[in-house]
């Protein structure tokens, strides 16, 4: 069974800043099935990116995701206020579809 | 507009059975893998189950194994999860979440989530 492990667990940082998120796998996984997802207090998951680097329908340009094997991560070139929340990376291709723990992006 | 509704949420006590729903619009729900995420106050995404799109292939985590069922009425656009012998640690805030179409996917589409609470 696959383990996602992300990093740092908590970001501070200030808008404008860039955001570096990190996602390790315990083993490796096809980038095809490798998803981002943005989480704020009180709502659902949004999905940002898919298939490691695909951004979903309406995600701004600024959300980036890359690599390969079992290391991926999300950058956001400069952060916005609404940034400001968890995010989780998720492997999809076999069940189980495990969540990382998630990162909390929080304002310096 | 593409939607998932869920219900059925509550308190219920230990060993105690419940049944979410999760009711679809604004889409071949027929055609969609769907997932049951769940979230535990203050804590992270875990998934819990996953059903193909015609109800023939289920899976679950380990930690709901032989309690929960999944399954879908594609007639009704809905799914559901029936929920035995609950304990504490399964409360937690239920998502339905819309998977591929026919096969492997990211969940794009997220309902709101219900609220499930195990206690006495």
């Known amino acids: 069974e696959i383990v996602l492990t992300q990093s740092p667990g908590t970001l501070s940082l200030s808008p404008g800043e860039r955001a570096t998120l990190s996602c390790r796998a315990s083993?490796?996984?096809?980038?095809?099935?490798l998803a981002w997802y943005q989480q704020k207090p009180g709502q659902p998951p949004r999905l940002l990116i898919y298939?490691?680097?695909s951004r979903a329908t309406g995600i701004p340009d600024r959300f980036s995701g890359s690599g390969s094997g079992t290391d991926f991560t999300l950058t956001i070139s400069r952060l916005e206020p609404e940034d400001f929340a968890v995010y989780y990376c998720?492997?999809?291709?076999?069940?189980?579809?495990?969540f990382g723990q998630g990162t909390r992006l929080e304002i310096k | 507009e593409v939607q998932l509704v869920e219900s059925g949420g509550g308190l219920v006590q230990p060993g105690g059975s419940l049944r979410l729903s999760c009711a679809a619009s604004?889409?071949?729900?027929?055609?969609?893998?769907m997932h049951w995420v769940r979230q535990a106050p203050g804590k992270g995404l875990v998934w819990v189950s996953r059903?193909?799109?015609?109800?023939?292939?289920?899976s679950y985590a380990d930690s709901v194994k032989g309690r929960f069922t999944i399954s879908r009425d594609n007639a009704k656009n809905t799914l559901y999860l029936q929920m035995n012998c609950l304990r504490a640690e399964d409360t937690a805030v239920y998502y339905c979440?819309?998977?591929?179409?026919?096969?492997?996917?990211?969940?794009?589409?997220w309902g709101q989530g219900t609220m499930v609470t195990v206690s006495s």
């Open positions: 979440a819309r998977g591929g179409e026919y096969s492997y996917d990211a969940f794009h589409i």
């Open positions: 604004g889409f071949t729900f027929s055609s969609y893998w």
């Open positions: 059903i193909n799109s015609d109800g023939s292939s289920t």
């Open positions: 083993q490796s996984v096809s980038s095809t099935y």
């Open positions: 298939g490691a680097s």
């Open positions: 998720q492997q999809y291709g076999s069940s189980p579809y495990p």
